[in-house]
């Protein structure tokens, strides 16, 4: 079946605009999660989604960032006014749940802040 | 919070040799440990997992290794093949939480 899709792939950005970053995560999963990789880095959490609860938000670096879940499908990460230092990779995975259950990780989409 | 330490940050082995990737973590409320490949371009792709209630697990040429006192587990790929070169991460969490703590990754390269 078809895995978590990002789009876009590759984002190039003047300092200071606004981006949106998309995440499709795989049908039927009630978890997903932001991450930002940047270069050479680990994973950094950023946010997660679970079913209708509230999210965790307490890994986003500033109010600069945000993030939806319509309909506990689709989700969309927002970075406003951006920065050089928000050049990163940014991951989205799902997962069926929590307590330990794989989380399935899309390509990423690299956004470079010019 | 969790910390999550990795080492080391490469390593280069001939093929047919083993490799050893070791983590750290600093809760010892932790009892959930996967272990994540991520190739070229592409999201980490979870390899094997192990939790707090065994010590190893195995899966064919690869293994994980947990010890519960010391707080440190192990990544273990036997008789090593060039597909197997990647970045590897370790990642730490707790069940029924939702936050998973990784590791800087380690850069595999097998030598054909």
């Known amino acids: 079946g078809a895995g978590v899709s990002q789009s876009p792939s590759n984002k190039v950005t003047e300092k200071g605009k606004d981006v949106e970053l998309r995440c499709d995560p795989i049908s039927g999963h009630t978890a997903l999660y932001w991450y930002r990789q940047s270069l050479g880095q680990g994973l950094e959490f950023l946010i997660y989604f679970q079913g209708n609860s509230a999210p965790d938000k307490s890994g986003l670096p500033s109010d600069r960032f945000s993030a939806e879940r319509t309909g506990g499908s689709v989700s969309t990460l927002t970075i406003q006014r951006t920065q050089q230092e928000d050049s990163a990779v940014y991951l989205c995975?799902?997962?069926?749940?929590?307590?330990?259950?794989?989380?399935?990780f899309g390509p990423g989409t690299r956004l470079t802040v010019t | 919070g969790e910390n999550v330490e990795q080492h080391p940050s490469t390593l280069s082995v001939q093929e047919g040799d083993s490799a050893v990737i070791k983590c750290t973590y600093s809760?010892?409320?932790?009892?959930?440990f996967p272990w994540y490949k991520q190739e070229l371009g592409k999201g980490p792709q979870l390899i094997i997992d192990?939790?707090?209630?065994?010590g190893e697990k195995k899966d064919q040429r690869i293994a994980v290794t947990l010890n519960k006192t010391a707080k440190h587990f192990s990544l273990h790929i036997t008789e090593t093949q060039p597909e197997d070169s990647a970045v590897y991460f370790c990642?730490?969490?707790?069940?029924?939480?939702?936050?998973?703590?990784f590791g800087s990754g380690t850069k595999l390269n097998v030598k054909p």
């Open positions: 995975a799902s997962s069926r749940g929590t307590s330990g259950y794989e989380q399935y």
């Open positions: 990642a730490a969490s707790k069940y029924n939480f939702n936050k998973f703590y």
């Open positions: 192990i939790r707090s209630n065994v």
């Open positions: 809760d010892s409320a932790s009892n959930y």
